[in-house]
């Protein structure tokens, strides 16, 4: 059955937003690098997805200004969302807050706080104590009241505690 | 290369939403029902997608409980947005806007305008007159000012006119 990898027949703005961050993955390679995952050893562990997918997910980004690599320790390569990058936070901020009311209970939910204020975001993503709409830089993101899942790999252990959205994530290994 | 279909191993909302809309092509099938497509000839015709790939996608939402099917004229089913469907549109809006944003000079930008007051919508959905923040139903879609295709399917004639989202579509075949 041949179906067509891009979308250049519809020209519209979801399809070619779709062509940038619509391929099977990448979105969630966007959500971990908002949690401050900066290491392709780190996406490669939480995400448990092929290193030829990661490898090809990433360059993808790259090469269409969504993300940047910088040098890291040892050597390698870091992987950091660019100034384009971080205008992806209300299409992600969209999936959480669609998924979690659809299929999460409240105590399964990581929350989100208002750095400046504490005060919680809402679905619609204003702060329900300042009314702002925090930058994903000033949210505070909390592990739910009650664990969904046992993974014991770096990132999923590192998100066991409060962590401020895009500050590189440190993990142990 | 083996890469699975699903994200059973990613505990996380985001991933949860990929699991039902994240199929290549199904999110443009969401954005076509918010603009009152309903026929599966139109689907297809705008689409431009195999009409078996089209028809798993629209069984998939339907499963989901995002779409869902009522009788047509002609004894065909038509197809629409339920209560959770139309909780989609942030996320629709969100790829619109990053799209246009990214990709689409303004004057080749489709406008969203409240209904009630005539404001247009902003990036961050807020109508710009009122500051309210519409339902998709409380919208109107106007063309671009100028046009960005010569599609002449059946849907991509009838949004050359403004037209209220969430309404059926009236299509000429």
Known sequence: M??????ASQSCPVARSLEVIGERWTLLVVRDAFYGVRRFSDFHAHLGIPKAVLSERLTRLIDNGVMTAVPGTGGKDCYELTA???TLWPTIWALIAWGNDNFYEPESRRSYRHAECGGTIAA???CDACQAIPEPGDLIVHPPRRRRNTHDDPVSVALRQPHHLLEPLVTRR
Chains 1, 2 share one sequence.
């Open 2 to 7: 041949a179906l067509r990898r891009d979308y």
């Open 84 to 86: 384009r990058g971080r």
């Open 124 to 126: 619609d993503r204003i």
